[in-house]
């Protein structure tokens, strides 16, 4: 599979006992290295306007790959990596899985995923379709707005996705759970409706969420405002 937003393979190497794969170089790494203040090492935050053209590119990866009926399944910061330019791209498809066909669910023999990321209904039941891919990526886009995990490390308990669902649109308690490391440098318009958005990616009932493709459009549509 080729798309500019999807990690290429460069070569593999099948020679015994190493198996390896070779993938292009991305210098800035994984995007979760430049979210949250407990990253070591990372001396400039991203730009509001670089996280969005961030969340537009894997949109647009997701996008590809639920028109060629293939699940993610493993949507996290730390899968989306960075080249130098900023430009994301999905990579570690180990979970990946084509199907459904349809609208309809599969139903997977193992859940596999990460916490805090997996949509409730595949966890749950192990019913899988591209929407609990959505879900994850409605994750990503609370962690870049917030600057805070999914799962808090030192509180396994808590919860991005509750703990911001409670805010719904209410723009004045969104200014404070926006991530300070943007410094109010940010359009409250546009990062309230994707804020909006987001919301609408990781509510519980999967029919309810958008598509791959209307969250880019709906993206498209945010930064569009800026140009």
């Given at each position: 599979?080729?798309?500019?937003?999807?990690?290429?393979?460069?070569?593999?190497?099948?020679?015994?006992?190493?198996?390896?794969?070779?993938?292009?170089?991305?210098?800035?790494?994984?995007?979760?290295?430049?979210?949250?203040?407990?990253?070591?090492?990372?001396?400039?935050?991203?730009?509001?306007?670089?996280?969005?053209?961030?969340?537009?590119?894997?949109?647009?990866?997701?996008?590809?790959?639920?028109?060629?009926?293939?699940?993610?399944?493993?949507?996290?910061?730390?899968?989306?990596?960075?080249?130098?330019d900023?430009?994301?791209?999905?990579?570690?498809?180990?979970?990946?899985?084509?199907g459904?066909?349809?609208?309809?669910?599969?139903?997977?023999?193992?859940?596999?995923?990460?916490?805090g990321?997996?949509?409730?209904?595949?966890?749950?039941?192990?019913?899988?379709?591209?929407?609990?891919?959505?879900?994850?990526?409605?994750?990503v886009?609370?962690?870049?707005?917030?600057?805070?995990?999914?799962?808090?490390?030192?509180?396994?308990?808590?919860?991005?996705?509750?703990?911001?669902?409670?805010?719904?649109?209410?723009?004045?308690?969104?200014?404070k759970?926006?991530?300070?490391?943007?410094?109010?440098?940010?359009?409250?318009?546009?990062?309230?409706?994707?804020?909006?958005?987001?919301?609408?990616?990781?509510?519980?009932?999967?029919?309810?969420?958008?598509?791959?493709?209307?969250?880019?459009?709906?993206?498209?549509?945010?930064?569009?405002?800026?140009k």
């Open positions: 599979m080729a798309h500019p937003n999807i990690i290429k393979l460069l070569g593999y190497c099948m020679d015994e006992p190493e198996r390896l794969l070779v993938y292009e170089y991305m210098p800035n790494k994984s995007l979760d290295r430049f979210l949250f203040t407990d990253t070591p090492n990372i001396a400039v935050p991203l730009s509001w306007r670089t996280r969005l053209l961030i969340m537009i590119g894997v949109a647009r990866g997701l996008t590809y790959l639920h028109s060629a009926n293939v699940t993610y399944r493993d949507v996290k910061s730390a899968n989306i990596l960075l080249d130098g900023f430009n994301a791209k999905l990579a570690d498809f180990g979970h990946a899985r084509r459904p066909e349809t609208e309809g669910t599969h139903v997977s023999t193992c859940v596999v995923g990460t916490y990321y997996a949509a409730p209904e595949y966890v749950q039941t192990g019913r899988l379709n591209i929407k609990s891919d959505v879900y994850g990526f409605g994750v886009m609370l962690e870049s707005i917030t600057g805070q995990r999914a799962i808090d490390r030192n509180n396994q308990h808590q919860n991005l996705v509750e703990c911001v669902t409670q805010i719904k649109s209410d723009k004045r308690k969104l200014k759970i926006m991530d300070p490391r943007l410094e109010d440098k940010y359009p409250l318009k546009g990062t309230s409706e994707c804020f909006e958005l987001a919301l609408r990616c990781v509510v519980h009932n999967p029919k309810e969420r958008p598509s791959s493709e209307q969250v880019l459009q709906s993206l498209e549509q945010i930064h569009g405002l800026y």
